[in-house]
């Protein structure tokens, strides 16, 4: 596997330039490039959900990384000044284009990772809970102060963060504006692994490697079903459990799988 960051398919969709996508391995590395504080606009967004989308269809992604461009901001969230006047109908439109572009990230169909190499406020925030696996920077700030300018978090920061933080830590962050240091953050479950300044993307970058060690259609199949008990009980999903475990046998990865452990052997993955 190259462990040399390149380009990634230029050209083949309509990417904004406050984007970049760039490969490693299996692992597609995004980076927020918007300065000077990495902030969401229409145009990063729906340029989020296109690349996330391209990247469900190719087959050699297994992971994929977000981090934020520069030393200081992983994202800073909404631009603001897209609702300076007040107007409702851009309000609405803005929010679905939040919520589309972070329910797609949620929905990716590998394991996704938020790097945050500082500053992750409001939208910004809500980008690094849409991932799977969220690794801080120890100078990194976290907080959801969208109450302190009279709005709300719109991208699924009221649903995201109680389930991960449990309701009274959300309640101090959304409610009283608390932000937090990537200490507490780790304290309390917001995200697994703290690391030293400029090392988030590196650390990263080697997790999501990991991935391509796993089967891809097992991962896809587990994904829902973890992510599946925020929307019914976890003993609900058990009996689904069993029978995606039996679907499985339907793949040649299980196979492969299974018969490149018994020879002693690494698997060769037919993500198929």
Sequence with gaps: MSTAIETYKSGIFDLTHKLTVEKHGHTALITINHPPAN????????????????????????????????????????DLNMFADGDKARAREMARRFGEAFETLRDFRGVSIAAINGYAMGGGLECALACDIR???????????????????????????????GEGWAKRMILCGERIDADTALRIGLIEQIVDT?????????????VARQSPVAVRTIKPLIQGARERGANTWLPEERERFVDLFDADDTREGVNAFLEKRDPQWRNK
């Design 198 to 210: 400029g090392e988030a993307r590196g650390t990263a970058l080697l997790l999501a490697s990991k």
């Design 39 to 78: 902030t969401w606009d229409r145009d990063s967004l729906i340029g989020l959900k296109q690349v996330v989308e391209h990247l469900n269809r190719d087959d050699e992604v297994y992971a994929l990384v977000v981090t934020g461009q520069g030393p200081k901001f992983f994202s800073a969230g909404a």
């Design 135 to 165: 690794i801080a920077e120890r100078q990194a700030q976290m907080a959801l102060p969208e109450a302190s300018v009279g709005l709300l978090p719109c991208a699924g920061g009221t649903q995201a963060l109680p389930w991960l933080v």
